[in-house]
């Protein structure tokens, strides 16, 4: 007898980074029909994902609110994803809900990533587990390992040595180094990020690179997703929630305030990312292209 497929739901759609994240769910669903909702930013992201039925943008999501589906899974604070989330017909939801002016978690499975989202200490400095981690507790699973899953298969290969993912968003500019011009003037063979025009020129780009530099942002997953080797350079966000599948170094410091995740730009001195020395991020650089060699030769 065929197999009949569940419809499931997945609800993600603040931030790109959080969006690709987010898609080692996805390994928990193969062979049902999934629909994800999300940012019309994200869908690129998210397009030709073989674990995918269909990509729904935001814009389109009041034609979701008559399907049912078997399974409903919000992964996102966000008070658009939590309302719809709550209105959405499913058998069984998982994640947050909506109601009384603020979002809620449907079940137990959430109640970590819920107080984790209110309490700064928690955030800052107590939690040890990974964003992966957390996302498959709120679905009821346990995480494994799972790997990211990125459907854009990126065209061209290596032509740099090192890739340097410089560029922050505006949302956190505290993520920004001061010391990347050091950096490249140190290396030989080095690429720097460009406004690219679409997100699989971004890919593309990510991709021609051996080793990538980056802060905490999209292009850290997506080097991460591609199987690059990365140095991240961190200080005003939590590096406990990173998971690295053994594929990155973390440089960070040791302040107090570190992390903060102030959206303001910050004047302590001395401020977390200038701490975080170009020699070091060299160093670090010239280990992995060591080990990468010793490797070819065996």
């Known amino acids: 007898m065929k197999k009949i497929k569940k419809r499931i739901c997945i609800i993600k759609f603040d931030g790109m980074g959080d969006v690709l994240r987010t898609t080692p769910i996805l390994r928990r669903f193969e062979g049902e029909d999934v629909f994800w909702i999300t940012e019309e930013t994200s869908f690129s992201l998210l397009r030709d994902n073989p674990f995918i039925k269909t990509v729904i943008p935001i814009f389109e999501m009041s034609d979701v609110r008559n399907f049912m589906f078997d399974e409903l899974y919000n992964f996102d604070e966000d008070k658009r994803a939590c309302s719809l ?31 984790l989202s209110k309490n700064d200490e928690l955030k800052f400095k107590l939690n040890k587990k990974t964003y992966q981690q957390i996302i498959f507790e709120m679905a009821g699973f346990e995480w494994k390992g799972e790997d990211y899953v990125l459907g854009y298969k990126p065209r061209g290969g290596i032509k740099y040595s090192v890739g340097i993912n410089y560029l922050v968003g505006k949302k956190f500019p505290n993520k920004a180094w001061p010391h990347w011009k050091k950096l490249s003037d140190m290396l030989d063979s080095v690429s720097l990020q460009e406004q690219f025009g679409t997100i699989e020129e971004y890919i593309d780009w990510i991709n021609s690179c051996r080793f990538v530099v980056t802060g905490d942002s999209l292009g850290m997953h997506i080097a991460l997703a591609l199987k690059k080797k990365v140095i991240v350079l961190m200080g005003s966000t939590s590096w406990n929630e990173i998971e690295t599948y053994g594929r990155a170094v973390i440089l960070k410091t040791h302040l107090p305030c570190s992390p903060c995740y102030k959206k303001n730009k910050c004047n302590l001195t001395p401020f977390c990312m200038d701490l975080i020395s170009p020699e070091s991020v060299y160093s670090e650089l010239m280990k992995m ?3 990468e060699c010793r490797g070819a030769r065996r």
């Open 85 to 115: 989330a709550a209105h959405i017909r499913a058998e069984k939801k998982k994640g947050y809900g909506f109601k009384s002016g603020g979002y809620f978690p449907f079940d137990s499975d959430s109640e970590y990533a819920y107080e």
């Open 289 to 291: 292209e060591d080990i």
